[in-house]
């Protein structure tokens, strides 16, 4: 896991150069699916955060069997399973198909790449041997590769530049960095007595999601993920009145380029919560929103893992998720 993390900007400039070429114009899609689960959709959730103010047309995660009822013909459907085997993925897949949509496979192969052969449909292929939320950065390259006419604006520089950016984190995050300089081994020491949760506004929720997800699979912690403003209507109660919040930590990431308005009310909720709980704010220095949102998301990674090493468990493997798919897989051969 320690060389999967550290390969992150390697992974998106190996993806970005192999699909360099792709050209899919929106045409008359009112719409983009990006069908996934788990580590294969959380790409789609930052991918979907980072152009959403310059997509010509809307950008949806979809986490289902199914695709919204208002889905159409002429809307476009990426569906991103690293494994190419996940069923909700290929359910969705293959109803997408069946309404006609346009449709992109971006997978290690399975069952999503042989669906793509017989209907026709364009297959990126990732390399295999990785957990899916080790090959973030081989999904997410990719559609950043092959999205160059979803958006008003060209990509290409500020992607050039977060991997730039990436690479100058890694030195300072690796394992040859010392405690005092190295932001993820100090958080997770900070953090390991408590259960954590992420909190972000737009576009950053996102990257809260996957810092959660990372904890959970990679550190086996219980950890949650929630956006503002809406936790302010509701979950600063129970910070603020729960005695048990004391065992929990509080993360946020923040951005230099918050709005005004968003900018006071974090820092009101901050001075809030203080008042009960350590709060822990988390801001990257990247120069373009990209560098911020992928050094953030590259920061959180490198603290599950080091969270992994304090609790002496291995971050690769995981028991659980592969119960439930064993079972999943004994109901459908017996029903």
Excluded at 245 to 267: F, G, K, V, W
Aim: charged share 25%; with cysteine; aromatic share 6%.
């Amino acid at each position: 896991m320690r060389d999967i993390i550290a390969s992150l900007p390697d992974q998106i400039s190996a993806a970005t150069r192999s699909s360099a070429k792709a050209r899919f114009p929106v045409e008359e899609a009112q719409r983009i699916f990006l069908v996934g689960m788990g580590g294969s959709a959380i790409a789609g959730d930052v991918f979907a955060a980072w152009a959403a103010d310059r997509s010509k047309v809307p950008i949806q995660v979809v986490r289902d069997y199914r695709l919204p009822s208002y889905a159409r013909s002429e809307d476009l459907l990426v569906a991103v399973s690293y494994s190419g085997n996940t069923e909700e993925t290929l359910a969705a897949t293959a109803q997408g198909i069946k309404l006609g949509c346009r449709a992109i496979a971006i997978t290690s192969g399975g069952t999503l790449a042989e669906l793509a052969r017989k209907n026709d449909f364009s297959t990126f292929r990732i390399p295999t041997g990785l957990p899916p939320r080790g090959a973030f950065g081989h999904l997410f390259g990719t559609l950043a590769a092959i999205s160059r006419e979803w958006t008003v604006t060209e990509g290409g520089d500020e992607l050039a530049g977060a991997v730039a950016h990436l690479k100058e984190l890694r030195t300072r995050l690796r394992p040859e960095s010392g405690m005092r300089s190295n932001r993820a081994k100090s958080l997770a020491v900070r953090i390991k007595p408590t259960v954590p949760i992420m909190y972000a506004a737009p576009p950053f929720s996102a990257i809260a999601r996957r810092w959660q997800t990372q904890l959970n699979e990679n550190s086996k912690v219980l950890a949650f993920s929630s956006a503002f403003p809406e936790a302010d209507h509701n979950e600063l109660v129970g910070w603020m009145e729960d005695p048990r919040s004391r065992t929990h930590r509080p993360i946020l990431l923040r951005d230099r380029d918050e709005a005004p308005e968003m900018r006071r009310q974090l820092d009101i909720t901050v001075s809030l919560m203080k008042q009960k709980v350590k709060v822990e704010q988390i801001q990257d220095e990247g120069p373009t929103l990209l560098s911020r949102l992928l050094g953030t998301l590259y920061l959180g990674d490198y603290v599950s893992l080091y969270l992994a090493v304090l609790r002496r468990v291995d971050p690769l493997v995981l028991k659980p998720i592969q119960a439930l798919k064993a079972k999943l897989a004994e109901s459908h051969r017996t029903s």
